[in-house]
């Protein structure tokens, strides 16, 4: 490629990236200094949450597409939330909102005629209405139960003319909501596994207790046991390890091959379990995420951990292979 049709391009990359940033900061610049903007916001997020309906969320052109990926993050994140498309809604599909419903309307100008019928029905059968757009004396401002109004920004097109830095405005609006939303709620890891099971994000979402092996799976031998029984177990079970127990069923130890090799000799399998475990046996939680095991076992350099409970008796145990079988990497 051309020298100079390369660098025109990569100026033309990084005027839009700039621009984006810009964008960005003018909203988080409003949001310090702007307390009509603050308030908004949290109104916003109090009305959502004192809903007991579903959040419809509706716009035009790119606002429309920004309005797809708003409504998606909102459902994923424990906020029930659609998309209805204004021109369907006009057709037929203002029926799927109720008066226990929510909608949140998405235009830039704040002028967008398809978005009126939304707002008549709207207002006729008492739905609130949230707005988001740059233009406080618009007619879907002033019709609105809460307005957000965000800076006026200069597009990224050379033109002014496509929608680039707005519409992301609209998406980090979109963003902060539905995190807003989700912290206020409380939404756990664990909830947002519900919505997630499939795909590398489900299987980040494991709980390790769901990949352990429990049960007669589990090598464990009692204080006092002998070594050549610890060999049988580590060899049997198939884990290179065996946990040793206490007289109130806790773990208080755990012998690995490297355990052996430190005490290799020809009286190896005369000594007690307690004379050769370590002492202190790296241990997790069921509860805990699997990738939070993995990158335990990473950083630890370990292939093995015992699941205890909250009194120390081992529940399982978990391999890394189990981690990586799942795709927990």
């Given at each position: ?19 984006a ?11 310090e ?5 603050r ?19 509706a716009?035009?052109?790119?606002s429309?597409h920004i ?10 994140t ?33 002028e ?20 988001v ?21 200069s ?15 609209q ?24 919505f ?5 994000l489900?299987?980040?979402?494991l ?5 352990a ?7 464990l ?7 050549s029984?610890?060999?049988i177990q ?5 884990f ?39 002492h ?8 805990m ?20 409970d ?15 079988r799942?795709?927990?990497?």
């Amino acid at each position: 490629m051309d020298m100079i049709v390369s660098d025109a391009i990569l100026a033309s990359i990084r005027r839009t990236i700039a621009t984006a940033a810009d964008g960005i900061d003018a909203l988080a610049g409003c949001l310090e200094g702007d307390a009509a903007l603050r308030s908004s916001f949290v109104d916003a997020v109090e009305l959502v949450a004192s809903r007991h309906g579903r959040v419809v969320v509706a716009g035009i052109g790119k606002s429309g597409h920004i309005g797809r990926k708003i409504a998606a993050t909102l459902a994923s994140t424990g906020t029930s939330a659609y998309f209805v498309h204004p021109t369907e809604a006009s057709h037929g599909d203002l029926g799927m909102i109720t008066a226990q419903d929510l909608l949140i309307l998405l235009s830039w100008s704040g002028e967008t005629v398809e978005l009126g019928n939304m707002l008549t029905y709207a207002r006729r059968f008492n739905v609130p209405v949230i707005s988001v757009t740059s233009n406080p004396d618009s007619i879907i401002a002033r019709n609105s139960t809460v307005a957000i109004v965000l800076p006026k920004v200069s597009e990224a097109c050379p033109h002014g003319l496509a929608p680039t830095t707005s519409a992301m405005l609209q998406l980090a609006v979109g963003d902060a909501l539905a995190i807003a939303l989700l912290e206020r709620r409380g939404f756990s890891a664990q909830d947002f596994k519900t919505f997630h099971p499939g795909g590398k994000l489900g299987s980040q979402l494991l709980l390790a207790h769901e990949l352990a092996h429990s049960g007669e799976a589990v090598p464990l031998l009692p204080i006092g046991s002998p070594m050549s029984e610890a060999l049988i177990q580590m060899s049997s079970k198939g884990f290179g390890v065996v946990g040793v127990v206490g007289g109130d069923g806790d773990l208080v130890g755990v012998i690995t091959d490297g355990d052996l090799r430190r005490h290799m000799s020809e009286n190896l399998l005369l000594l007690t379990v307690e004379t050769v475990m370590s002492h202190t046996p790296r241990v997790i939680t069921g509860g805990m995420l699997a990738s939070a095991a993995m990158e335990m076992m990473q950083s630890q350099k370990i292939t093995v951990l015992f699941l205890i409970d909250d009194l120390r008796r081992p529940l399982g145990i978990l391999h890394v292979h189990d981690l990586l079988r799942a795709g927990v990497a």
